[in-house]
């Protein structure tokens, strides 16, 4: 099980889409992969004949552990270890007596795993012209209850599926507020989903290791939304949002302050000399944060489009492994949401984030004068382990810069 974000720590099979015998090259796309973040695709490692399935579908397994062995026809696997103890053809071994089975169940002739199966999912009872609906267990039960028609429902999971997210996502507008009603329960106690048990895990030990500090700055907008509405007016391109010229704000700065765009190693400090900007992403079940590659190379017109394309991507679970993990710094943005100001957490090993608010209007003195302008707080955590004070305030004079001057940001 290859580790496909820096908090995965286990993953699901959803499918094979190679079975025992098949041969396979190295590149060929052989499983998907539910991790904390994303449904993956899984490539293969190596060329030749995929002879093991260890893991069936729907299981889970830790990282490291064998999932799935590739090897030459002939070669011998006598001394392959095994999670458990396996010997070899304990699991997966094909029987030429034994009928195909059920993905994820055993055959008579296998063993079954030390791990908790998982049940097959039961026939859907909502049957639309054509066929039947494909859903999980829990997305029907969760459409049962908030009164959800599946067979209007777009299913997001391997081979269209309907699953959880896909029902609450569509009951959410919907959706009847709850009301507390005497006589009923008090609380209700709901479990975590991968995604927030991830998060939990790793803003919990970020928060007690890395020592923060925190830095804000407002910023005069009006030449920024100037611009913004200008090309905005342009036939043909991406519109532009206050993230995208923040993200191309913050990375043309990073260049000018390596120190900031650094991480603590334990024994060193990498000073990155690429710039990888992770921006966060709101979901139902929590935060995921995908990473714009190379952002100071970007035009801003091509930060627009990758930050758009990363942010679908990320709500419906279609990111990349190498678009989870890598970031150098961090972008939260919370403004859209009518947050004035807030501080963000640092996501180790990166060195800082910045928490950026609403563009508001409010009086502002200009030369002496009251008049009304656009402004913005920004709030720079950071880590001091890897920058002290004074770092942190200069790169915020020329991330403020770039902004109230954003033609350099066309450059």
């Keep these: 099980m290859p580790k496909l974000s820096e908090a995965m720590e286990t993953g699901k099979l959803l499918k094979w889409l190679k079975q025992e015998g098949d041969k396979v090259e190295g590149g060929d796309i052989i499983a998907e992969i539910e991790t904390d973040k994303a449904d993956i695709e899984l490539e293969a490692f190596g060329s030749g004949v995929l002879r093991k399935i260890l893991v069936p579908a729907g299981e889970r397994a830790p990282v490291g552990e064998l999932i799935a062995v590739i090897a030459a026809p002939d070669e011998d696997l006598s001394q392959v270890t095994f999670a458990g103890g396996r010997p070899e053809g304990a699991v997966g071994a094909k029987s030429a007596a034994t009928p195909p089975q059920p993905s994820g169940a055993p ?3 296998t063993p079954t795993r030390t791990r908790p199966a998982v049940s097959p999912a039961t026939p859907v009872a909502v049957v639309p012209k054509g066929g039947r609906v494909k859903s999980s267990p829990l997305a029907r039960k969760i459409a049962q209850a908030a009164g959800v028609d599946l067979r209007v429902v777009q299913g997001t999971g391997p081979g269209g599926r309907i699953i959880r997210r896909d029902v609450e996502r569509y009951a959410k ?23 927030r048990a991830a998060i939990a895990k790793q803003m919990a030990h970020a928060k007690a290791v890395a020592p923060h500090f925190y830095l804000t700055t407002e910023i005069a907008m009006d030449r920024a939304s100037a611009l913004r509405e200008e090309l905005n007016g342009i036939e043909g391109y991406p519109k532009i949002s206050f993230t995208d010229l923040i993200v191309k704000a913050s990375a043309s700065t990073l260049t000018l302050h390596p120190e900031v765009n650094a991480s603590y190693q334990g024994d060193t400090i990498r000073v990155h000399h690429r710039v990888h ?4 992403v709101a979901l139902g079940e929590g935060l995921i944060t995908p990473v714009l590659r190379d952002a100071d190379m970007k035009s801003l017109h091509e930060i627009a489009s990758g930050v758009r394309d990363l942010a679908e991507r990320a709500r419906n679970r279609k990111l990349k492994a190498q678009e989870l993990s890598g970031a150098t710094f961090t972008i939260s943005n919370l403004g859209m949401y009518g947050v004035d100001e807030f501080i963000a957490i640092i996501n180790p090993p990166e060195g800082a984030i910045l928490a950026v608010g609403s563009v508001v209007e409010k009086p502002v003195v200009v030369n002496g004068r009251l008049e009304v302008g656009r402004r913005l707080r920004v709030t720079l955590s950071c880590d001091h382990r890897v920058m002290d004070g004074a770092m942190g305030a200069r790169f915020l004079q020329d991330l403020r810069r770039f902004l109230e001057a954003p033609s350099r940001l066309l450059i």
């Design 173 to 195: 507008p919907t959706a009847a507020p709850r009301v507390l009603r005497a006589g009923g329960p008090e609380f209700e106690d709901l479990p975590l989903s991968s995604l």
């Design 107 to 109: 055959t008579p002739s």
């Design 277 to 280: 900007i992770g921006i966060a």
